[in-house]
Nanobody
Framework: QVQLVESGGGLVQAGDSLRLSCAAS????????MGWFRQAPGKEREFVAA??????ITSYADSGRFTISRDNPKNTVYLQMNTLKPEDTAVYYC???????????????WGQGTQVTVST
C-alpha cells in the first residue's frame, strides 16, 4: 500500500549537516505515522525519531541534533541532522505505520535505506 524511498545520505565530515528525505507513494499519507531508524554494522536497528500524521506530535530517542518533519502535500518526511558525529554513521531507514509506534517491529512499511557516513 505504501512505498518509501529515502535519499540525501552521503559522506560528510564531523560537524556537518545533512537533510534526509523520504518520499512516499500511495494514498492517505497524512494518516501514517512516520519514523526514522538507523542501523550500524553489527548493531540492531534503533529508533531515531517519529512523527504523527498531522505532524503535531514528535518523539526522539535522545538527540537534540536531529529534527523530524513532514510535508504532507508533498508526501515527504525529512530528518534534519546537525552537528553530525562519527557515531551517527549508519544506514538510515524511514518507515510508516497506521498507529503510533517507536519500535522497528511495529512498523509495516520500510524504505530501502540511505547510507550516512561521518568521518573525523
Amino acid at each position: 500500500q505504501v512505498q518509501l524511498v529515502e535519499s540525501g545520505g552521503g559522506l560528510v565530515q564531523a560537524g556537518d549537516s545533512l537533510r534526509l528525505s523520504c518520499a512516499a507513494s500511495g494514498r492517505s499519507f497524512s494518516s501514517y505515522v512516520m519514523g526514522w531508524f538507523r542501523q550500524a554494522p553489527g548493531k540492531e536497528r534503533e529508533f531515531v525519531a517519529a512523527i504523527s500524521g498531522s505532524g503535531t506530535i514528535t518523539s526522539y530517542a535522545d538527540s537534540g541534533r536531529f529534527t523530524i518533519s513532514r510535508d504532507n502535500p508533498k508526501n515527504t518526511v525529512y530528518l534534519q541532522m546537525n552537528t553530525l558525529k562519527p557515531e551517527d554513521t549508519a544506514v538510515y531507514y524511514c518507515a510508516a505505520n497506521r498507529e503510533w509506534a517507536v519500535r522497528p517491529y511495529e512498523y509495516d512499511y520500510w524504505g530501502q535505506g540511505t547510507q550516512v557516513t561521518v568521518s573525523t
